[in-house]
C-alpha cells in the first residue's frame, strides 16, 4: 500500500517534468502536441536575445548572490557555533534564520522599502542617483543565501569536535592559524553546497527580483513568469529544459562534494 | 579580530532583516500620497519640526473591508489544505521509503527531493500545458473517449492545488523519511510480541511516535503556502483573493504601500505562532 502511493507519488512528481521534457524536443507549434522530432525551438532560443540578456543576468547575478551569501553566511554560520557568547547572539541567531522563514512577499516588500530609503538618502545627503537593479537583486538573493549557508555550516561545525580545535591551541598555534587549518577545511563541503544551493535559490526567484528590481533588472524567471502569464510557449518548453539540465547539475555536484556526510537518513 | 569576524555579517542582518522589517512596520503607519516613492512618512520635517502625521488608516480599512479578512481566511483555508494533502501522500511515501532496503533509502529521497530543483517556472509551465482546455490531459481524455468536451482544469482550484502540492510535497516527505528510518524497530517488535496485531502495533507505536515529525511536514508545507504568489498567480482562479497576490495587487497595482505594508504585518503576525512552533519541534 505505501508502496503503491511512493510509486504513484514520484509518478506524480516527475510525469510533468519528464512531459515537458520530451515535448520540448516537438516540432509542433502548439506545446505539448507531438509534430516529430525538432531542435527547432532551442534554434529559436539561441536566437532570442531578450532571453540571452535575461540569463546572462541571472547567471551573474546568482554568482554574486552565491559568493557574498558563502562570504556573509559562513562567518554567521561559525559565529554561531563557534563566536562564544557576545551581544545580542540571540538577536544574531534570530535574524540569521528569519529569511528561512519569512514569506517572499514580505521580504521583497520589506527589502524594497529599505533600496528606496537608502536612495532617498543617497540623493539628499551626497547627491547620487542609484538606480535599482541587478545591484538590489544581488543583495536580496544573497540574504536569502546567507540564511541558508550559516544553517549548514552551523551544523558542520557543531558536529565538529572542539577538542581538535583546542589541541591545535595547547599546541601553539595562533587563533588565525587554527581557523585556517582546523576550522576552514571542515567548512568547505558546507560552504559549497552553501554556494550552489544559494545560486539555484537565485536562478529560481521571481518575487523578490520582481520587488527589488527596477525596470533595467528582469531576470530570466520573470522574464518566463511575465511570458507565462500570456500562456505557454514552445520557446519556453525548450528553455525549461535548459534550466532543468543546469540546474540538475549543479545539484548533482553538490551531492557528489557532500557524499556520506550528513545527508543520510538511516 | 574575532569581534570583526563576528560584526561583519551581524551588521549585514541588521541592515538588510532588521532594519526592512522595522521600516514595514514604520511605513504601514504611513499614508498613501502622489510621488515617488508614493507614500508619505508618518513623521516629517516641517517647518524646521518634526511633525506627526502618522495614520492608522490601513489598518482601519484591513478591519474594515471584508476583502481583507476573506485573503486572509482564504489564504490560511489554501495553506492548510496544501499541507494535509501533502502530508496524507507523504507519509506513506515516507514511510515506504524507510521500509525500502537501506541502500534503496538515499537514492529513493533524492529521486523525491530532485525536482525541487528542477526550476518553479519550467515546472508551472509544465503545469499549464497539461492542463489547458487544448492540454495533454483533455487530449488523452478526448481521445480515449471519456469525454467529449474539453474540461476546464487551468485556472481553477484544482490546478491551484496540483501545482502547490507539486512545489511543496518533497518538503513534507523529507522529515518523515528521516524520522521514520531513524525509528526504534525494539518498540515495534515488543508490542508484536506482547500479541498486538500489526494494525495495532502502527496505530499505537509507529503513528504516535512519528508525530512530531508529522507536525513539522505540515508546518514546513504551511508556513511558505500562506504567502505563495506565484503558484496561484499562474495557475488558480483568476482574482481569487489569497495574501500574497493581494499584497502585490496593493502594491504593484494600487502603488497603495501601507496597506501593502500593513498587510505584510498582518500575514507575518498570524505566521508568527506556526513559526515558533516549527522552530521549537526543530529543537527538541
Known amino acids: ?266 | 579580530m574575532r569581534a570583526a569576524l563576528v560584526a561583519a555579517p551581524f551588521l549585514w542582518l541588521l541592515a538588510l532583516v532588521l532594519a526592512p522589517a522595522l521600516l514595514l512596520g514604520w511605513i504601514a503607519f504611513g499614508s498613501a500620497a502622489e510621488g515617488v516613492p508614493p507614500v508619505a512618512p508618518p513623521l516629517a520635517w516641517q517647518a524646521g519640526a518634526l511633525s506627526w502625521q502618522g495614520s492608522l488608516e490601513s489598518f482601519a480599512l484591513l478591519l474594515e473591508d471584508p476583502h481583507y479578512a476573506g485573503a486572509l481566511l482564504r489564504s490560511l483555508l489554501v495553506a492548510a489544505g496544501t499541507a494535509a494533502l501533502a502530508l496524507l501522500l507523504a507519509y506513506p511515501m515516507a514511510f515506504a521509503i524507510a521500509e525500502a532496503r537501506p541502500r534503496w533509502r538515499l537514492p529513493l529521497l533524492a529521486l523525491v527531493l530532485a525536482p525541487v530543483w528542477t526550476g518553479l517556472m519550467p515546472r508551472l509551465g509544465a503545469w499549464i500545458g497539461l492542463l489547458r482546455d487544448e492540454g495533454w490531459i483533455n487530449g488523452v481524455l478526448l481521445r480515449l473517449g471519456l469525454i467529449e468536451a474539453p474540461l476546464t482544469l487551468l485556472f481553477s482550484d484544482i490546478a491551484l492545488y496540483a501545482g502547490m502540492l507539486h512545489s511543496y510535497l518533497p518538503y513534507a516527505v523529507l522529515p518523515l523519511a528521516i524520522a521514520l528510518s531513524r525509528r526504534d524497530r525494539l518498540l515495534e517488535a515488543a508490542a508484536a510480541d506482547l500479541g498486538a496485531a500489526p494494525a495495532r502495533v502502527f496505530l499505537s507505536v509507529t503513528l504516535p511516535l512519528s508525530l512530531p515529525a508529522a507536525a513539522a511536514a505540515f508546518l514546513l508545507v504551511f508556513i511558505p503556502a500562506a504567502g505563495e504568489f506565484v503558484i496561484p498567480e499562474l495557475l488558480g482562479p483568476p482574482g481569487d483573493p489569497l495574501l500574497g497576490r493581494v499584497i502585490w495587487a496593493e502594491f504593484f497595482q494600487s502603488r497603495d504601500w501601507p496597506l501593502a505594508a500593513a498587510l505584510a504585518l498582518t500575514l507575518l503576525a498570524v505566521l508568527a505562532l506556526p513559526i515558533r512552533a516549527y522552530q521549537r519541534l526543530g529543537q527538541g
Open chain 1, 1 to 266: 500500500m505505501a508502496r503503491l502511493i511512493l510509486v504513484l507519488g514520484l509518478l506524480f512528481l516527475w510525469a510533468p517534468i519528464l512531459l515537458l521534457a520530451g515535448y520540448a524536443f516537438s516540432a509542433d507549434r502548439i506545446p505539448f502536441q507531438w509534430g516529430g522530432f525538432s531542435l527547432r525551438w532551442f534554434a529559436a532560443l539561441a536566437e532570442n536575445a531578450r532571453v540571452q540578456e535575461a540569463a546572462l543576468l541571472s547567471l551573474s547575478v546568482a554568482t554574486g548572490a552565491a559568493t557574498l551569501a558563502c562570504l556573509a553566511g559562513g562567518l554567521a554560520g561559525w559565529a554561531l557555533a563557534r563566536g562564544g557568547r557576545f551581544c545580542g547572539r540571540p538577536l544574531f541567531g534570530l535574524l540569521a534564520g528569519a529569511p528561512l522563514v519569512l514569506p517572499e512577499v514580505v521580504m521583497g516588500l520589506s527589502l524594497l522599502l529599505l533600496f528606496v530609503l537608502a536612495q532617498g538618502a543617497a540623493e539628499t545627503l551626497l547627491g547620487w542617483r542609484l538606480e535599482r537593479g541587478a545591484g538590489t537583486i544581488v543583495l536580496a538573493h544573497a540574504t536569502l543565501g546567507l540564511a541558508y549557508v550559516a544553517v549548514l555550516v552551523q551544523a558542520r561545525l557543531a558536529r565538529l569536535d572542539p577538542r581538535l580545535e583546542e589541541a591545535a591551541a595547547d599546541l601553539g598555534a595562533m587563533p588565525r592559524v587554527v581557523f585556517l587549518t582546523i576550522t576552514l577545511p571542515q567548512m568547505v563541503p558546507s560552504l559549497v553546497a552553501g554556494w550552489l544551493l544559494a545560486f539555484t535559490l537565485s536562478l529560481d526567484d521571481v518575487v523578490l527580483a520582481s520587488f527589488v528590481s527596477g525596470p533595467a533588472g528582469t531576470t530570466l524567471p520573470v522574464l518566463i513568469f511575465s511570458s507565462l502569464r500570456m500562456g505557454l510557449t514552445p520557446e519556453v518548453n525548450a528553455l525549461g529544459v535548459v534550466i532543468l539540465v543546469l540546474v540538475l547539475a549543479a545539484v548533482g555536484v553538490a551531492g557528489w562534494v557532500l557524499r556520506g556526510r550528513g545527508g543520510d537518513p538511516g
